[in-house]
């Protein structure tokens, strides 16, 4: 592991995160202008390519690697350093900052960009679900309905979470769900799965309870039942624990879930299309984090 004290930091910055009338960009130069630090910049875009940035990263060899918006730019960063001794820092500037709560970091920007030369990296495990990289929750069902109507409006903000809700729910139905995990295989009716390498969703909602970055095992949770209220709650950022939910819990390394109906599928925040099959495994060491 690259544990040295770092000296160059590649940064990966979503403009488009955020308060978009703040040039992140301009902040962090001004913030290492007269510190020995050797500052590179990498302004994320339409075309921007894992390739292409772990191009880039290579030809700088950085310290630290630091992903400067929400939860979509954590995961490209980890992507690009999957399997690198390379640590990764978390500037959190999205309008959904779920990993960075997970390591209860602050929004304050030069509180997180002193805690990116300053902080520990640690090992923690990642997922692989159908291909896709997770650091954070992945879900099927209602949930990654919400955000794909999210995503494709034009309104932002709580207005327009409501609005995706309300939307979302008009023609939402329950899942029928197959399960296979530690070598039993179990049939259920679901609102939604959540297959957890984190805890929390970015509106502070803990979903998984047991779960921790730094073990062997994920977490996948069966909602079987929610009321309306629960889901504005969890959506609004109340901190309400979900303890009207009706839930299972599955502790394991992999897992194979086969829904009868095309459903929804998102991994950390990002909308990723229908499936009728998940298969999901457990990257042990995948990543360094700074903490």
């Given at each position: 592991?690259?544990?040295?004290?770092?000296?160059?930091?590649?940064?990966?910055i979503n403009p488009g995160s955020?308060?978009?009338q703040l040039n992140h960009e301009e902040t962090i130069i001004d913030f290492f202008r007269d510190t020995p630090y050797i500052i590179h910049t990498y302004r994320m875009s339409a075309k921007c390519s894992v390739s292409k940035i772990k191009q880039e990263i290579a030809q700088c060899s950085p310290d630290r690697v630091v992903a400067v918006g929400g939860d979509g730019t954590v995961k490209l960063a980890a992507e690009c350093l999957l399997g690198s001794d390379i640590p990764l820092a978390i500037v959190p500037t999205g309008s959904a900052n779920g990993m960075a709560k997970e390591l209860n970091l602050k929004n304050n920007l030069k509180a997180a960009l002193r805690l990116s030369?300053?902080?520990?990296?640690?090992?923690?495990?990642?997922?692989?679900?159908?291909?896709?990289?997770?650091?954070?929750l992945a879900d099927i069902g209602i949930?990654?309905?919400i955000i794909k109507r999210f995503q494709s409006s034009n309104e932002r903000g709580m207005l327009g979470y409501a609005k995706a809700t309300w939307q979302a729910l008009r023609r939402h139905k329950k899942m029928h769900v197959t399960i296979t995990a530690n070598g039993q295989t179990t049939s259920k009716k679901a609102e939604m799965v959540v297959i957890a390498n984190g805890t929390s969703y970015g509106t502070g909602v803990k979903i998984n309870r047991t779960g921790s970055l730094f073990d062997d095992k994920f977490e996948v949770i069966i909602v079987k039942w929610f009321s309306l209220l629960e889901l504005v709650k969890m959506?609004?950022?109340?901190?309400?624990?979900l303890n009207t939910f009706k839930t299972e819990v599955i502790q394991t390394d992999k897992i194979v879930l086969t829904i009868k109906e095309n459903t929804f599928f998102?991994?950390?925040g990002e909308y990723i299309g229908k499936?009728?099959?998940?298969?999901?495994?457990?990257i042990p060491k995948a990543l360094y984090l700074i903490i």
């Open positions: 592991m690259n544990n040295k004290t770092p000296s160059i930091l590649y940064f990966i955020g308060n978009q030369i300053n902080g520990t990296p640690k090992a923690i495990h990642a997922l692989l679900i159908n291909g896709e990289l997770s650091v954070h949930n990654a309905r959506w609004m950022g109340l901190k309400h624990p998102q991994v950390d499936v009728k099959q998940i298969e999901a495994t457990i």
